[in-house]
């Protein structure tokens, strides 16, 4: 499947893959607004980020997005289907690995599986789950413990897991961000491998301003609570994006462009 820059160059359009018309979020009755107006659309084999200040709603979007909690108002819809709850095809990736220290890394990523269908169809996925740990470079771990793992290694794990019930959309909230920086660095790069190599489409909650523009197609910024997309940056850098890449003028520009944003409170 040909990439969604490929495409782009090609003058045909990627297929909408997500789709959030109008939506927001108030809890306390009414009292306190944490999204309004959010619309937004991820095409197919897309990479996009939101970034804000703390507090803007970028998690409680995400949230609405995977389907754990409800929107009090708009539509979200995947694949032409509206996101009601939790879903197969949706992937999820978080701060920490969370990986059960009493099951081996195999027996981790095959773990959603095993919850979703039981135990035979999670064995029937095991060859799916080694490919993938052969994608990461997890080969030859299969049989050890989250103690044995690396930081880096337990993320590339959680990337696994995210992966083999085969999602369309890729959610991530700060996934690499307990890591340091070289490590962190290495799985952005990762991360852009995989989700190339699979055409994946991808939506990342960060708080880095350089992480966004080095892995996005496109940067949503957004202003403070309620929070709103105050403005989308579409990203014009060719992929495989590469960390020499920071030293571009045009990569100082987006980041520019994105820093005076939010030290303007994105126009609040």
């Known amino acids: ?3 969604a820059a490929a495409m782009a160059g090609s003058g045909t359009r990627p297929k909408p893959v997500y789709e959030l018309t109008n939506v927001a979020k108030t809890y306390a009755a009414g009292e306190v607004r944490a999204l309004e107006g959010v619309s937004l659309t991820v095409r197919e084999g897309e990479f996009h980020s939101v970034i804000g200040s703390s507090g803007c709603g970028k998690s409680t979007l995400l949230k609405i997005m995977a389907g754990l909690t ?7 819809i995947l694949s032409g289907t509206p996101v009601t709850g939790a879903r ?7 701060q920490q690995a969370t990986l059960f220290p009493w099951r081996t890394t195999l027996q981790n990523i095959l773990l959603p599986i095993q919850i979703r269908e039981g135990k035979r169809a999670a064995a029937a996925a095991r060859s799916r789950a080694a490919a993938l740990m052969e994608l990461v470079g997890l080969k ?4 050890a413990y989250p103690a044995q793992l690396s930081g880096g290694m337990a993320q590339r794990a959680a990337i696994c897991r995210m992966l083999v019930t085969e999602p369309r959309m890729l959610l991530l909230d700060e996934p690499f961000s307990a ?16 989700c190339l190599e699979r055409s994946a489409s991808a939506f990342l909650v960060t708080h880095s301003i350089a992480e966004a523009v080095i892995l996005s197609d496109v940067v949503h910024v957004m202003s403070a609570r309620p929070g709103r997309i105050a403005r989308s940056i579409a990203i014009d850098l060719p992929r495989p994006r590469t960390l020499e890449m920071a030293t571009l003028p045009a990569f100082g520009a987006y980041v520019s462009e994105i820093r005076n944003l ?3 409170g994105a126009f609040l």
């Open 262 to 264: 939010l030290d303007k």
């Open 140 to 143: 030859g771990f299969e049989s």
């Open 70 to 76: 409800p929107p009090s108002k708009g539509r979200v």
């Open 179 to 194: 890591l340091d920086e070289i490590t962190r660095d290495f799985m952005n790069m990762e991360l852009q491998r995989i």
């Open 88 to 94: 197969p095809d949706i992937g999820m990736m978080f």
């Open 1 to 3: 499947m040909p990439t």
